[in-house]
Nanobody
């Protein structure tokens, strides 16, 4: 089983930036896509950004133009660069590996992001 480990969360002021990392214990090519999700207190988990093996990306509307998802295949790592952070971006951010073919996807343990002055 491939494990996903997130890092890079923390406390940042509004307008600030953070870069999250998700490192897989095995090759990320074992996944058809990788994604970042977030869950705010009292809310459901929502998709933030997804990147496919071919490099195609998809973003949740509220983060377009502010967040960028990227991948380093050699390092088996997916990144989420978050700029112009807003208090509404606060939540636990999870990395997800899409396995496809009806197989169970993998999740990381999450990293807390808090945007507050």
């Amino acid at each position: 089983q491939v494990r996903l480990a997130e890092s890079g969360g923390g406390l940042v002021q509004p307008g600030g930036s953070l870069r999250l990392s998700c490192t897989a214990s095995g090759t990320i090519f074992s996944f058809v896509a990788m994604g970042w999700y977030r869950q705010a207190p009292g809310k459901q988990r929502e998709m933030v950004a997804i990147i496919a093996n071919g490099g195609a990306t998809n973003y949740e509307d509220s983060v377009k133009g502010r967040f960028t998802i990227s991948r380093d295949n050699a390092e088996n790592t997916v990144y989420l660069q978050m700029n112009s952070l807003e208090p509404e971006d606060t939540g636990v951010y999870y990395c997800k590996g899409f396995r496809g073919l009806g197989r169970t996807d993998y999740w990381g343990q999450g990293t807390q992001v808090t945007v507050s002055s």
